[in-house]
């Protein structure tokens, strides 16, 4: 091992001799070892592609220097407290910011033991990885090279384009930013890929055909490539330059020019998902996970997460802690969990008084669906009962056995639950014989409205679809910023929330098999391939809804 801490270590620890003379009439200075530097591709755009590699360097990164916004996904791996520096202030030609940022990363190698330095696709495939590495080596810091997926490959795989096959074995890669290039030498046949190509295309296109090249091979120029805003045009050298210009295509481009742009329609798999583009409105609670977000993006879409309710403690707590002493005193038979937050409610009052899942020695527990069930067994628990139909608090009636006297030795219930939860449980549970402690463990406060942007594409019908929770995100989202516009697809978590959706004059157009974030999401993709299936089947251009406008407003 080599690295600079090491090394300091190493010194630290090893006696050094000094002689007496020097030792006795002058003090030895100190110098900060240089730091230790690591050249990280980050591919492309689509942060998934980062490398196992690249994610353990940077989780014992002290410093990241990254190139713009579009690196910030991957700060999230770094330890706390890391320092992040902006090497995207470099202006002039490429040489000037190539210098620019080695001088960075240099500097900062000098301050910092570990540093990583973020670049986009791979560091030494068109990109200006091996000039930083070179004023590292002379300036005597030492350095690795984590690969990354170029943008040369990453890009028309994502296009649906092989940049090879049995009948095509030559691929040429031009970078036409800054020289001025020899096109009369290639080989028509081959198969070419063009950097930088977009503002010099139409000479480019000309001076290809004028050395040899068939006005009729076939050209895809792919934007925004492995993101979810990639878009491909596909035409033909004589046609690329109009083509590109009708649809209104802008941004660096990754262009192949070839026969193996035909087998773009056959082997098409991400721009074909059944969510791709589509942007997606999802309203939730300002502490809630990402599975759902995960899932969506799985699926081409790009969702927007907008709080919308707060889960904040009860105004009155003196109810939750009876509720705990009572159930520490054996005054429950059941404990009803009807969400993770109530889980998690009783989970910190539990931490308050110093318990854990001990407490619940000899009481039966009950959870309203499998995510409920699955907070609980993180507590190492198993419920007794989860509804073997609906997951609602109707389908956990269906479920719930009725109070026997010979059999139950106490009748009452602890059900921790929100502030404006509906009455079916208790209702039910009451039916049944059972004594019901309804206790107020959370309350959802509604949040502040979203920026007037997102009010206005909400109701402009900029969002392809939105996708609901809960009722509460139904009640608070339509507070807040108003009802979707009527071209807007909505989706439901289930039953409960699909009836609060039409109450607000809404039309449902997909729900969950079961109330789960991922079946949320899942149930979209469903109704968005069906809806591109009939597009294709009938001949028409595959849309995004936001794209098509209705006249009237959604009703249910």
């Known amino acids: 091992m080599s690295s600079a801490k090491t090394a300091a270590t190493a010194a630290s620890s090893t006696p050094q001799k000094v002689p007496a003379k020097a030792a006795a009439t ?75 940022r080695a001088r960075l990363v240099v500097k900062t190698a000098k301050t910092s033991a570990n540093v990583v330095r973020l670049l986009t696709g791979d560091p030494f495939t068109f990109s200006s990885g091996a000039e930083e590495a070179s004023a590292c080596r002379k300036a005597g810091i030492s350095f690795n090279v984590i690969p990354g997926v170029s943008e040369v490959s990453a890009v028309p795989t994502y296009a649906g384009i092989p940049l090879t096959m049995k009948s095509d074995r030559e691929v040429t890669v031009l970078d036409l930013a800054e020289a001025k290039l020899d096109l009369g030498r290639l080989n028509p046949k081959q198969t070419l890929v063009l950097l930088n190509a977009v503002d010099v295309l139409k000479d480019t296109v000309t001076a290809l055909i004028e050395s040899g090249f068939d006005g009729g091979t076939p050209v895809a120029v792919t934007v925004g490539g492995t993101t979810t805003a990639q878009t491909s045009v596909v035409g033909t050298l004589e046609t690329i330059v109009a083509d590109l210009r009708a649809a209104k295509v802008t941004g660096e481009a990754v262009i192949v020019v070839g026969a193996v742009v035909e087998q773009r329609e056959a082997l098409s798999w991400f721009e074909t998902k059944p969510l791709f583009g589509w942007r997606i409105l999802v309203p939730r609670t300002k502490d809630q996970a990402g599975p759902l977000m995960d899932r969506l993006r799985r699926y081409g879409a790009m969702p927007e997460e907008v709080p919308t309710i707060s889960v904040e403690p009860p105004r009155n707590p003196q109810q939750m802690d009876k509720a705990i002493r009572g159930l520490v005193e054996g005054r429950y038979e059941w404990v009803a969990f009807t969400s993770v937050n109530a889980v998690k409610a009783v989970r910190e009052k539990f931490d308050e008084y110093g318990l854990d899942a001990r407490a619940f020695s000899g009481l039966k527990i009950a959870a309203v669906g499998d995510k409920t069930a699955e907070a609980i067994g993180a507590w190492g628990i198993r419920p007794d009962l989860v509804p073997s139909g609906e997951q609602s608090a109707a389908g956990l009636v269906e479920d719930w056995p009725p109070f026997d006297e010979v059999l139950d030795p106490i009748n009452r219930v602890f059900l921790p639950r929100a502030d404006i939860a509906t009455e079916t449980l208790v209702a039910g549970l009451t039916d049944l014989g059972w004594e019901v402690d309804d206790v107020t463990a959370y309350r959802t406060v509604r949040a502040a409205p979203p920026p007037a942007p997102t009010r206005e594409a909400i109701k402009s019908g900029k969002f392809d ?81 936001s794209e098509r406008r209705s006249g009237s407003r959604r009703k249910s």
């Open 26 to 100: 002058s003090t030895v200075k100190q110098t900060r070892p240089l730091g230790h530097v690591t050249f990280v591709g980050v591919g492309p755009g689509d942060p998934s592609l980062l490398t196992l590699a690249g994610r353990d360097v940077l989780a014992n990164a002290d410093a990241v220097v990254v190139e713009g916004p579009e690196h910030n996904a991957f700060l999230a791996y770094c330890p706390p407290g890391v320092e992040v520096i902006d090497g995207s202030g470099a202006e002039g030609s490429r040489a000037l910011k190539v210098a620019a």
């Open 465 to 545: 679809a939105v996708v609901f929770t809960s009722s509460s995100t139904v009640r608070n989202l339509v507070g807040i910023a108003g009802k979707p516009h009527a071209s807007t697809v909505i989706a439901v978590i289930g039953p409960a929330t699909l009836k609060t959706a039409e109450e607000h004059g809404l039309r449902v157009d997909a729900m969950a098999e079961t109330p789960a974030a991922e079946e949320l999401a899942d149930a979209l993709a469903r109704f968005g391939a069906d809806r591109r299936d009939t597009m294709v089947e009938a001949g028409e251009p595959v849309t995004r809804p």
